[in-house]
């Protein structure tokens, strides 16, 4: 049982025969999303700080005898939770909406799953800008720490790459699954501090959090580097870029196992 | 002909499918089913015990009749599917021509598309700008090349599909019912592009109904027979063979 042919000797040899495709879906899916809308990429700043500003306004009576400058606080949390939230979301769907595609031609199936965390990727950085408008309105000081920024990104990066490879290959398997990740980050969204300070939370909620949830060791070195103006410490990154490359090894691991069973279930 | 190299061997391929009448996609019905021990694997094989060399330059048409197996054995051969037994060994490049414009986004320009499936070829983003112009002169689409190719026909779709794959020089290419939809002179174009590629060294794995067709390109065939190879060898032979099956 083996199917031996050049294109499939060596993993990076065919990574860097398809690169460029890779840039071109990351760039379709960027153009597509704001085809049409006459504010095109200005939605990738305008739609974090409309929701930061409702999120500001609600909560900030309740949270903001604990937190300094809320809007910062609450942004830099936000930004990153959505980045995970959505690029993973539309990674479920990489493998099943591209049937068509895959039936009929040999590409590279994972392909299709980082193209969709990169380009949410992209759109996070240009939604930093939005954070910098947010720090410059509320008069937030700038340190040189907050040029640490990639540090994280790159760790959230991986492990949402992680994340998003192992959904999209379960999802060809078991279509339920897009309806349990809803739940589950849901309920992740309000395990991870984003809009309350993590003192809040009863201490056993708090260890469990704080040990356990990624999205915690990544929101916390984000707001060390950008709202603390401080070096984040080395506990998290350690626990950050850990967490993110297993949870890669994961993915891809079960990603590479079960990808030549996909058109069968496709 | 026989110093020429072996472009494609399959040896003794066997490619199952699964038949099982519901598809278990959910895990509710994948614990029901475990549990009342349901989870039963009806096979199917599609191709049963296929061996055959194609040597470089060859053309081979795959003949048969509907649900033989011909396309089955056709995406094995790109990679598509795995065999479940036996093994496919393919030296050289493959431009598989299973379904024109596969891997076009309807919702993007002619131009990005043709980059979009360029790399979907394997092709780097700098050689297709090299052959952009190539690409819009053989499927003659130069009016239309920014509008959105939701809005093209079916034929003009085909032609742009036909041009980027056959553009580059492939070791092997393989086609699969896909001219039909064109016009006459399209599909006269598009022979002649084929007789072009096969003279330079190209070798040809070529699906159609039509016998005629087969005749005039290729000069090996197979038939395929539910599955199971009933005849190889010279193709007019095999045609001739098979015509008489069918005529009865």
Known sequence: ?266 | MDQKPVMIDVDHVTIRFNLSNQKVDNIKEYFVKLVKRELMFQEFLAVNDVSFQVRQGEAWGLIGTNGSGKSTMLKTISGILKPYKGSVTVNGSVAPLIELGAGFDPELSARENIFLNGCVLGHSEKFMQEHFDEIVDFAEIHKFLDSPLKNYSSGMRARLGFSVATMVKPDILIVDEILSVGDYKFRKKCEARMKELLSGGTTLLYVSHSIDEVKRLCDHALWIDKGVARMQGEAKAVCDAYMEVMKK
């Open chain 1, 1 to 266: 049982m083996s199917y031996s042919s050049n294109q499939r000797s060596n993993f990076w040899k065919e990574f860097w025969k398809y690169k460029d495709l890779l840039k071109l879906l990351v760039s379709r899916n960027l153009k597509l999303k704001y085809r049409r809308s006459v504010l095109g990429y200005v939605w990738s700043v305008l739609n974090p700080l409309l929701t930061m500003v409702i999120m500001t306004v609600v909560f900030s009576t309740m949270f903001s005898r604990n937190i300094e400058n809320f809007p910062v606080y609450l942004f830099c949390g936000q930004l990153l939770f959505n980045f995970m939230n959505q690029s993973t979301h539309q990674a479920i769907f990489s493998i099943t909406s591209n049937a068509a595609l895959l039936k009929k031609t040999y590409v590279p199936k994972y392909i299709f799953a980082v193209s969709k965390i990169t380009s949410g990727m992209v759109d996070l950085l240009f939604s930093l800008g939005a954070l910098v408008i947010v720090m410059l309105v509320t008069g937030a000081p700038f340190s040189w720490h907050c040029l640490l920024f990639p540090v994280v990104i790159v760790q959230l990066y991986l492990f949402s790459l992680g994340m998003g490879l192992f959904m999209a290959q379960a999802n060809v398997f078991f279509r339920d699954i897009q309806y349990i990740y809803n739940a589950v980050t849901t309920a992740w969204m309000y395990l991870t501090p984003i809009f309350y300070p993590v003192e809040m939370l009863p201490d056993w909620l708090r260890g469990i959090v704080t040990h356990f949830n990624p999205m915690y060791f990544y929101v916390t070195q984000f707001r060390d580097i950008v709202y603390h103006g401080r070096l984040p410490s080395f506990d998290l990154l350690l626990a950050g870029t850990a967490t993110a490359l297993g949870m890669l090894a994961v993915g891809f691991w079960c990603f590479r196992k079960s990808e030549d069973k996909f058109i069968l279930y496709i």
